[in-house]
Structure formats: C-alpha cells, structure tokens
C-alpha cells in the first residue's frame, strides 16, 4: 500500500529555515519520483519541485534561490528545505507520488 | 510557464445532472514523446488532492466510469455523466508537459 506522511513544525518565524520531511512506505524512492506541491489558505496548488528517481532534482524556477529537495534512500524518506520564509509561504504542503499518490499534507505558518 | 485556465470558477448542480468543466492552456500540451500529459485531480474538502484521470482520458482503475475526459493540445474537459454526492470538492486540472508543472485554478463543484 503506498503511504507517504510529511511531518515538520507547524510554526516557523519569518526569515527562518523551513525543513519537512515526507516518509513513505509502499514503494522505494530509487523507482518513483516524489514531488512537492503547496497551497496557500483557500487558495490553489503551486508545484514546488521533485526529486527524481535516480536523484537529481527539478525546481519552480520562482523558488529554485530558497528549495532544496533531497532524500535518505535506506529510510525512505525526502527532505525539503527552504530558506527566508516570508508570510506568504504560509500554507499546506504536500510530498506525493508522481501527483498520483499525495500524502495528507503539513500546514505551514509563517509568523512571528 | 503554462498558464491553466479554467472554466467555470464554481459550479452548482443536483445529483443525477451532467457536469463539464473546461482546461485551457496557453502552450500545446502535445509532447515529443506523442503524449499529452494533461491531468485531472480532485480535491474533496478538508482533504489532499486525489487522482482522477491522466494524458487527457485515461481513468485510474478507482475511478467512476460517470468520468471522462476528452481534448487535444490546448483545450480540454472534464465530463460527469451523473453527478454524486461524493464528486463535490474542487477539481484541478495540471500539465506535465512543460516545466514547471502547473495547475488550473480549479473549479468548485456544490451539490444542491
């Protein structure tokens, strides 16, 4: 059964680090790419970037200065990092598989 | 970027009538390979986006044949034959042709 959790701090200060974590089961992260996608309050879905299969990486050219996406491949697990969070990344962000397989999403607070 | 516009921002309809929603996007979505990757995902509230339907007509196995989906290079659309109580939310059409992916803004169905 494909399964993917993101988990991370609910609360994060502006300017500051935002790191998620997106653990899946049910498939290995060596045959499936993951991506990450977010959604701003009442708002739509922005596709943020993946990590490929074989490791590389794509970005949203209009976060690529701030995101960086990477895996632990022997704990199933992918990683997202962005740096100099402001207001507007407050939202729900979503690790899933291939948009295919989406996990249950982590919200996000930038705020002081 | 491909810009995904869709039609109409919201609609309402009782259980049993027909529902089509239209995708239009600013590049064609044929690609190189002969494929056109245009997708349709549902979004129930308070929950993660589900798939629905992928290179423009093809259903997932978990979906309701009350689905289709037809069109080619820029312009697309979502049908349901017979709207259920369990199809409202809001649906997102998104191209894997071109990056960075991109969504529609998608469309709110309501029952009456």
């Known amino acids: 059964q494909v399964q993917l959790k993101e988990s991370g701090p609910g609360l994060v200060q502006p300017s500051q680090t935002l790191s998620l974590t997106c653990t899946v089961s049910g498939f290995s992260l060596t045959s499936y790419n993951v991506h990450w996608v977010r959604q701003p309050p009442g708002k739509g879905l922005e596709w943020m970037g993946v990590?490929?299969?074989?490791?590389?990486?794509d970005y949203n050219s209009a976060l690529k200065p701030r995101l960086s996406i990477s895996r632990d491949t022997s704990k199933s697990q992918v990683f997202l990092t962005m740096n100099s969070l402001q207001t507007e990344d407050t939202g729900i962000y979503y690790c899933?598989?291939?948009?295919?397989?989406w996990g249950q999403g982590v919200m996000v607070t930038v705020s002081s | 970027d491909v810009v995904m516009t869709q039609t109409p921002v919201s609609l309402s309809l009782a259980i049993g009538q027909p529902a089509s929603i239209s995708c239009k996007s600013s590049q064609s979505l044929l690609g190189t390979s002969g494929k056109t990757f245009l997708n349709w995902i549902l979004q129930r509230p308070g929950q993660s986006p589900k798939r629905l339907i992928y290179?423009?007509?093809k259903l997932y196995s978990e979906v309701p044949d009350r689905f289709s989906g037809s069109g080619s290079e820029t312009e697309f659309t979502l049908k349901i034959s017979r709207v259920e109580a369990e199809d409202l939310g809001v649906y997102y059409c998104w191209q894997g042709t071109h990056f960075p992916l991109t969504f529609g803004s998608g469309t709110k169905l309501e029952i009456k």
């Open positions: 899933n598989r291939n948009l295919n397989y």
């Open positions: 990590i490929w299969s074989g490791g590389n990486t």
């Open positions: 290179q423009v007509s």
